[in-house]
T-cell receptor
Framework: GENVEQHPSTLSVQEGDSAVIKCTYS??????FPWYKQELGKGPQLIID?????GEKKDQRIAVTLNKTAKHFSLHITETQPEDSAVYFC?????????????FGGGTRLMVKP | SAVISQKPSRDICQRGTSLTIQCQVD?????MFWYRQQPGQSLTLIAT?????????ESGFVIDKFPISRPNLTFSTLTVSNMSPEDSSIYLC???????????FGEGSRLTVL
């Protein structure tokens, strides 16, 4: 099965600074790379994803970069705001089929200090 | 997107009892997934619930402990049987609507077993 590791496990930044979370995976067949955000008391929600034919994707203040050769992808949040405080999970998987499971990383707790 | 409702949102249970969690989706979906999130941990897939067939369980999870029903394409239940304090977790229902790979989650059911 897929081994997924996230670093760091906790990250504290000052409001306005940038935050970067890295996800390392083991299965070279993985071709879908999403990031989920889980706020307190809620289920995870997809915030950005990337597929293996693309190296980088950006959506306003968040971006994801992929290095398939090295088997890692990263979440970048710029100009952090207090509402970015949450737990973030990477979850690489193979293919688009609903039957292919996501393997969630251990999570990164991001704290943005005002 | 998908709207997923889970009941109960939280409960406190006595050791040795069983509790059934309900998951209702606002549209028909082929597969529904049940995840467990132990305190401060990541998400672990318990099983995949298919309508009209038995659920498919992941390693470490068995039907006797976590029986699942899937009577139609918008509803599923997960029962946590003969509970012990180690079963204290958040249980999350999710769906892959549209087969894009994106998972939509319910808000979770937080169980505390005394």
């Amino acid at each position: 099965g897929e081994n997924v590791e996230q670093h760091p496990s906790t990250l504290s930044v000052q409001e306005g600074d940038s935050a970067v979370i890295k996800c390392t995976y083991s299965d070279s067949a993985s071709n879908y790379f999403p990031w989920y955000k889980q706020e307190l008391g809620k289920g995870p929600q997809l915030i950005i994803d990337i597929r293996s034919n693309v190296g980088e994707k950006k959506d306003q203040r968040i971006a994801v970069t992929l290095n398939k050769t090295a088997k890692h992808f990263s979440l970048h949040i710029t100009e952090t705001q207090p509402e970015d405080s949450a737990v973030y999970f990477c979850a690489p998987k193979q293919g688009n089929n609903a039957g292919n499971m996501l393997t969630f990383g251990g999570g990164t707790r991001l704290m943005v200090k005002p | 997107s998908a709207v997923i409702s889970q009941k109960p949102s939280r409960d406190i249970c006595q050791r040795g009892t069983s509790l059934t969690i309900q998951c209702q989706v606002d549209s028909q979906v082929t597969m529904m997934f049940w995840y467990r999130q132990q305190p401060g941990q990541s998400l672990t897939l318990i099983a995949t619930a298919n309508q009209g067939s038995e659920a498919t369980y992941e390693s470490g999870f068995v039907i006797d402990k976590f029986p699942i029903s899937r009577p139609n394409l918008t509803f599923s239940t997960l029962t946590v049987s003969n509970m012990s304090p180690e079963d204290s977790s958040i249980y999350l229902c999710s769906v892959d609507r549209g087969g894009t790979g994106e998972l939509f989650f319910g808000e979770g059911s937080r169980l505390t077993v005394l």
